[in-house]
C-alpha cells in the first residue's frame, strides 16, 4: 500500500492538476502503445464485423441458413422464413457481355422480410416480361440497369436440353459479397421446373445447428449454409484466427514499449529520486512509485487508443464501400459492407494482456535499474 505521500508524488509526475502540456509531454512515451491499441481495436472490430457479415451474406445470398429437401414450415421457429426454390445453372447474354449463372427460381415474397431489410434494393417495374433480379456486379458486368433486358441460356436438367428466355431486369441490388453474389440471378419460380428445396432463413445471429438436429428428428433431411458452402465458411474462419494469432503477438510485442516509457521517467526523475534516497526514502518505496505511476499510464493510453480505435472502425463501412466502388478487385473476396459490431471479449481481452505485459515489462526494466544501483 502506498503512502499518501508517495500518493501525491504519483498524481505530481503525471501530470494531474497541472496544464496539458505536463500531461501531454507525460503519455508521449506511450505513444507507441497507444497507437497500437487504436489499430489493434480498429482491426478486431473490422475483422470480426466483415466476418459476421460473410457470414450472414453466405446464407441470405446462398441457400439459407438451412436447406432442406422437403417443407419444414410445420417444425420451424415463427421467426424464421421458408421459401420454396428451383436452381439451375445459366448463362446471360446481353449487348455488352456474357456471364456464367447460377439461376434461382423464388417466389414474389422472397426479397421481403430479412432480404429487402439487410439488402439495398433498387427496385423497377415487376410487371415486365419475365422480370429478374441480379447484383449491382451482375449488373456492371452486362452493362445493364432496372427495365434492361438480356437473353437467359437456362439449362433444364430434367430434359436434357438448354431454353432461351428473353428477360427484364425489374430489381438490382446493392452487390454485398462479389464472389457468391455476381453469379446469381433470381427469377420467378414459374419460370422454372420443379421445385429443388426449402431454404429457410433465420434472424442474424441465431445458431441453426439445433434446428437442423430437430428437423432430422422430424425426418426431414436439412443441411446448414456452414456444410454447404465449407470452402468458403472455412476460409473465412481459418483468416480469422490466424489474424488473432497474430494480433496477440502485436500486443505482447507493443507492451514492452512500456519499460521504455518507465527508462524515460526515471531518466527524467533522477536527481529528484537521488534527493529522496539522501532524505531516506526506501527503494521498495520508489519502486512502487513507478510501477504505479507507469502501469496507470499505461492502463489510461490503452483505454484512450481503444476507444479511438473504434471509433475509426465505426468509419470503415463507407472507406471499404468507397473502395468498392472504385473497382478494386481484392474485394471480391469481401463482403463490400457490414454492420459494425463490437467483439466486446477480444477488446477486453487486447486491454488486460497490454496492461499485464506491460507490467511484467515494468518490473523487469525497474529491476534492471536496481542493479545498476539507482533504486
Known amino acids: 500500500m502506498l503512502s499518501e505521500a508517495a500518493r501525491y508524488y504519483i498524481r505530481r509526475k503525471t501530470g494531474i492538476g497541472l496544464g496539458w502540456r505536463r500531461k501531454i509531454s507525460t503519455a508521449l512515451p506511450l505513444l507507441v502503445l497507444f497507437l497500437v491499441t487504436a489499430a489493434l481495436a480498429f ?39 421458408v421459401s420454396a426454390i428451383s436452381v439451375a445453372s445459366a448463362i446471360a447474354y446481353s449487348s455488352e457481355n456474357e456471364n456464367a449463372a447460377i439461376v434461382k427460381g423464388v417466389e414474389s415474397d422472397y426479397f421481403s422480410g430479412f432480404r429487402a431489410e439487410e439488402l439495398e434494393i433498387e427496385k423497377g417495374d415487376d410487371d415486365v416480361l419475365n422480370p429478374v433480379v441480379i447484383s449491382s456486379a451482375m449488373a456492371e458486368n452486362l452493362g445493364l440497369s432496372p427495365g434492361g433486358r438480356f437473353t437467359l441460356l437456362l439449362w433444364e436438367n430434367e430434359k436434357g436440353r438448354a431454353r432461351p428466355l428473353l428477360c427484364t431486369v425489374s430489381s438490382v441490388f446493392h452487390s454485398v459479397y462479389p464472389q457468391l453474389d455476381s453469379h446469381l440471378i433470381f427469377i420467378p419460380l ?116 481503444i476507444g479511438s480505435g473504434l471509433i475509426l472502425s465505426f468509419l470503415s463501412p463507407f472507406l471499404l464501400e468507397a473502395a468498392a466502388d472504385s473497382g478494386v478487385p481484392l474485394l471480391e473476396y469481401y463482403a463490400t459492407t457490414f454492420v459494425v459490431e463490437i467483439p466486446c471479449t477480444a477488446i477486453l481481452a487486447i486491454f488486460i494482456l497490454t496492461v499485464s505485459v506491460s507490467a511484467l515489462s515494468i518490473v523487469f526494466s525497474l529491476r534492471r535499474r536496481g542493479v545498476a544501483g539507482l533504486f
Do not use: H, Q
Open 190 to 305: 414459374s419460370l422454372m421446373g420443379e421445385i429443388s428445396g426449402y431454404e429457410i432463413l433465420l434472424p442474424r445471429g441465431d445458431e441453426p445447428d439445433s434446428l437442423m438436429n430437430a428437423l432430422w428428428n422430424e425426418g426431414i433431411v436439412a443441411e446448414t449454409y456452414r456444410t454447404m458452402y465449407p470452402a468458403l465458411y472455412s476460409n473465412v474462419r481459418s483468416s480469422i484466427a490466424i489474424l488473432y494469432v497474430i494480433l496477440a503477438a502485436v500486443v505482447v510485442l507493443a507492451a514492452f514499449f512500456s519499460s521504455d516509457a518507465t527508462e524515460y521517467y526515471i531518466d527524467r526523475d533522477r536527481d529528484e529520486i537521488k534527493v529522496m534516497r539522501l532524505l531516506g526514502v526506501k527503494r521498495s518505496v520508489l519502486r512502487s512509485a513507478y510501477f504505479s505511476m507507469t502501469l496507470s499510464l499505461v492502463a489510461i493510453v490503452s483505454i484512450i487508443g
Open 43 to 81: 482491426a478486431v472490430t473490422f475483422i470480426d464485423s466483415m466476418a459476421s457479415e460473410i457470414d450472414r451474406m453466405i446464407a441470405i445470398m446462398g441457400y439459407g441458413s438451412l436447406w432442406c429437401t422437403e417443407d419444414p414450415s410445420a417444425y420451424i421457429p415463427e421467426e424464421a422464413e
